[in-house]
């Protein structure tokens, strides 16, 4: 069974009637929409004709929300509805970048996400939605796509239909009979600053980039607004893991780096464990609901790479911790093969992500092959930052790896931006890199600036500087990180 809507635009009128019916019955907050329609123009006065398209979740046969959501809150029930258990939501916000058609939005009062749930409580009763019932032109039709009887299945045989983004793979249950193309490929027409009634919802202030070409005489008129979920503190999160990871990675390779002393004895560890735990108090701040972060081991989702994530980040600090345990207790035996479980476990820490947003399903440009490569590579550029600093007077070798990983990491952000990309998504997302801002400066540019101009020469100046070498390398870091998050989100998705 699987419970599905077709909506017959031929019958639509753009009342909106759908839309008030569901915050009603469902208590939507002011500003947020489960069911919301889109306005669409095309054409040139006087031959202009507006296109209605009524938008929400597609409770896709293949949900990436709920394969996604750490404490499996979302959940595909027999009947096909993917419903969300608020009292278990953390706030983490993946589901929202799992879904390629934001259709999840989060309460902000209550610090949990919501989505249309199929008026669960209704359909149990054997009721229709809300929506359902009130549309005036019958528009909205329901019931169960497996059924070759049902109403939308003898529609969909009688009539042409599409659905939404059937590239991601997710099996979208939302058909649409007499619906112009372009109102069902976001970001292909003109979004201007001001729609029909009211300027564009302020969430995504940016510029569309100038790059990407839309297609003449079609605008969007109306539409809901989506926030940018994943912000400073995802992007700080990159860092610190890098650091505490490229700590570790280059621990069994101490002497051969030209390291002594403390730096040598210690300093791979007591920044590895230091910076894991920073990644930690970052992940759990960036909750909305802070005091569940437990629930992430008492109820975790074993498919979701934030569970699996947080399994090695605590494997991690406790082989880490183990290794110092073992210097100050002196078990010298000890040490070399622990710091050898540390680096292979770092691989973990600083490539786990590129798993996670794999299953960002919404966002392409975090879907590439050159990730998992990239984290790798800003690992060993930290790792190489922190130690070159306790190294005067031999960091030949410390300067090879800073030069070679800080060289890699420039490429690879120059492949992020003009590489190819498979999906319209993910060209728009690389394009939105060069308009992306950090307060009024070019995030991207800056970024390349810090690591490409200023880096290099100051690890090969005078030692009193290389005090500077870490602070300028995650800096630079931690602005690409903030654009290249920022901008995967700002391509629209309705």
């Not at 993917?82 to 916000?93: L, N, Q």
């Not at 749930?117 to 149990?124: G, I, Q, S």
């Not at 003449?216 to 539409?223: E, G, I, K, S, Y």
């Not at 307060?439 to 005078?462: H, I, Q, S």
Request: glycine letters at 8%; charged letters at 15%; hydrophobic letters at 50%.
């Amino acid at each position: 069974m699987q419970y599905g809507f077709v909506i017959d635009h031929r019958r639509c009128i753009g009342c909106h009637a759908c839309t008030v019916a569901c915050k009603a019955e469902n208590d939507v907050p002011v500003g947020n929409f489960r069911t919301w329609v889109k306005y669409v123009e095309k054409g040139a006065f006087p031959e202009v004709r507006r296109h209605f398209a009524v938008l929400r979740c597609n409770h896709c046969t293949k949900a990436p929300c709920v394969t996604i959501c750490p404490v499996t809150a979302l959940d595909k029930r027999k009947d096909g509805i993917v419903d969300i258990d608020r009292d278990v939501c953390i706030g983490c916000r993946a589901c929202m970048q799992a879904c390629p058609y934001d259709a999840i939005y989060l309460n902000e009062e209550d610090g949990c996400v919501e989505k249309c749930h199929y008026c669960a409580h209704r359909v149990e009763k054997g009721l229709q939605p809300a929506c359902v019932i009130v549309c005036p032109e019958q528009a909205i039709v329901s019931g169960d796509f497996h059924d070759p009887q049902s109403k939308p299945s003898l529609l969909m045989a009688e009539q042409p239909s599409i659905r939404r983004r059937e590239e991601q793979g997710t099996g979208p249950n939302v058909a649409y009979v007499g619906i112009e193309p372009l109102a069902l490929h976001p970001g292909s027409i003109e979004r201007p600053a001001t729609y029909l009634w009211s300027e564009r919802p302020p969430q995504k202030p940016e510029a569309w980039p100038s790059t990407l070409p839309v297609v003449p005489n079609a605008r969007v008129t109306l539409d809901a607004g989506h926030k940018v979920e994943w912000g400073t503190g995802v992007a700080a999160y990159l860092v610190t893991k890098g650091i505490a990871a490229g700590a570790a990675m280059l621990a069994p390779f101490a002497a051969a780096l030209g390291l002594a002393g403390f730096a040598a004895d210690w300093l791979p560890e007591i920044a590895a464990l230091f910076f894991v735990t920073l990644t930690t108090v970052l992940l759990v701040e960036d909750l909305k609901r802070p005091k569940l972060f437990l629930t992430l081991l008492t109820r975790g989702n074993t498919k979701s790479w934030l569970v699996k994530g947080a399994w090695i980040l605590i494997a991690f600090s406790l082989t880490v911790s183990a290794t110092l345990a073992a210097r100050w207790f002196g078990v010298a035996g000890a040490i070399a093969p622990l710091r050898w479980i540390n680096a292979a476990l770092a691989l973990g820490v600083a490539g786990y992500t590129a798993f996670l947003f794999q299953q960002c399903e919404g966002r392409d440009l975090w879907q590439g092959k050159l990730l998992l490569p990239h984290l790798l590579v800003q690992a060993l550029f930290c790792g190489a930052a922190v130690f070159l600093p306790f190294a005067p007077a031999t960091r030949d070798a410390l300067q090879t790896v800073l030069a070679f990983s800080a060289a890699a990491h420039l490429v690879f952000c120059l492949l992020e931006r003009w590489g190819r990309h498979a999906t319209a998504n993910a060209r728009q997302g690389a394009a939105f890199l060069d308009v992306v801002r950090f307060g009024k400066a070019p995030a991207f540019r800056l970024a390349l600036l810090t690591v490409g101009v200023f880096l290099l020469p100051l690890a090969n100046g005078p030692a009193a500087t290389l005090f500077l070498v870490p602070l300028i390398a995650w800096w630079g870091l931690f602005l690409w990180e903030w654009a290249y998050v920022r901008a995967a989100q700002l391509p629209p998705l309705s």
